[in-house]
T-cell receptor, first 109, second 113 residues
Framework: QQPVQSPQAVILREGEDAVINCSSSKALYSVHWYRQKHGEAPVFLMILLKGGEQMRHEKISASFNEKKQQSSLYLTASQLSYSGTYFCGRADSWGKLQFGAGTQVVVTP | DTGVSQDPRHKITKRGQNVTFRCDPISEHNRLYWYRQTLGQGPEFLTYFQNEAQLEKSRLLSDRFSAERPKGSFSTLEIQRTEQGDSAMYLC???????????FGPGTRLTVL
């Protein structure tokens, strides 16, 4: 089963914060986060490893809660460039990614 | 630019025709993945190569689909007897590094009329 992302969509004003969650009913070994803008390919943001530390990409950070089998992506002081659809991907031992349905983020001026 | 290229970027074909897509991954990477993405969905795994060996194929990949990676460099994905349901964005990802980070190419958008 694919990871479940929430919320499905979020609208922010520039400078506001948001959290995107990615939950899995199957064990998470690593979680990959991507951002995709309309008509473009997904862009790699960061990877969270089981037992690993919190990662950052600019003002975007993420954490991995092994107990809850959940990863969270934190958009801090959002910028217009953060608009897009965010996907989390659960990796298996081959590195094959199973993606969630995505969270659409719209940042307005 | 992720260093992964795909060709063509767009392909329009008639139902029943064969199409072939190419992916050139990052040269140092030995893993290559193909995914398919339809509107409003996340990418879905199709198949995976480590060097020239095809190690896994999704159940989504019917016998009309075939992929190769000769000499462990570029890869091709062929779809025979295309159907309208094959219309999608076909994405190639190059995997490498300590944690197998995957970097996507720009994709090939296929439209089957």
């Amino acid at each position: 089963q694919q990871p479940v992302q929430s919320p499905q969509a979020v609208i922010l004003r520039e400078g506001e914060d948001a959290v995107i969650n990615c939950s899995s009913s199957k064990a998470l070994y690593s979680v990959h986060w991507y951002r995709q803008k309309h008509g473009e390919a997904p862009v790699f943001l960061m990877i969270l490893l089981k037992g690993g530390e919190q990662m950052r990409h600019e003002k975007i950070s993420a954490s991995f809660n092994e107990k809850k089998q959940q990863s969270s992506l934190y958009l801090t002081a959002s910028q217009l460039s953060y608009s897009g659809t965010y996907f989390c991907g659960r990796a298996d031992s081959w590195g094959k990614l199973q993606f969630g349905a995505g969270t659409q983020v719209v940042v307005t001026p | 630019d992720t260093g992964v290229s795909q060709d063509p970027r767009h392909k329009i074909t008639k139902r029943g025709q064969n199409v072939t897509f190419r992916c050139d991954p990052i040269s140092e990477h030995n893993r290559l993945y193909w995914y398919r993405q339809t509107l409003g969905q996340g990418p879905e795994f199709l198949t995976y190569f480590q060097n020239e060996a095809q190690l896994e194929k999704s159940r989504l990949l019917s016998d009309r689909f075939s992929a190769e990676r000769p000499k462990g460099s570029f890869s091709t994905l062929e779809i025979q007897r295309t159907e309208q349901g094959d219309s999608a964005m076909y994405l190639c990802a190059s995997g490498g590094g300590a944690y197998n980070e995957q970097f996507f190419g720009p994709g090939t958008r296929l439209t089957v009329l």
